[in-house]
Nanobody, 116 residues
Framework: QVQLVESGGGLVQPGGSLRLSCAASGFTFSSYAIRWYRQAPGKERELVAGITSTGDRTNYAESIKGRFTISRDNAKNTVYLQMNSLKPEDTAVYYC?????????WGQGTQVTVSS
């Protein structure tokens, strides 16, 4: 079955960096786009970044442009989210997502907390 497993979250000071990973299994990873979402307490889940199946195109939310970079390694079935210049407002649970055969799949999420 399709599985997405996020890792790499944690507590970081403002201005710091983290790299999130999303390890995928159960489907032909190289054929599907992957997206990162986040959900902060009391807020709706929002799209952060997306990457096409081949990695040739990416898109980003305005709030993180220039600070976050999404990438993928199809040989490792893994998508990454490099997060630099982190701000307290980036605090959220981060999820990876894909749609396979019209079904929406989500990982369990990884907590990112930006605080001094």
């Amino acid at each position: 079955q399709v599985q997405l497993v996020e890792s790499g979250g944690g507590l970081v000071q403002p201005g710091g960096s983290l790299r999130l990973s999303c390890a995928a299994s159960g489907f032909t990873f190289s054929s599907y786009a992957i997206r990162w979402y986040r959900q902060a307490p009391g807020k709706e889940r929002e799209l952060v970044a997306g990457i096409t199946s081949t990695g040739d195109r990416t898109n980003y939310a305005e709030s993180i442009k220039g600070r976050f970079t999404i990438s993928r390694d199809n040989a490792k079935n893994t998508v990454y989210l490099q997060m630099n210049s982190l701000k307290p407002e980036d605090t959220a649970v981060y999820y990876c997502n894909t749609v396979v055969q019209f079904y929406d799949y989500w990982g369990q999420g990884t907590q990112v907390t930006v605080s001094s």
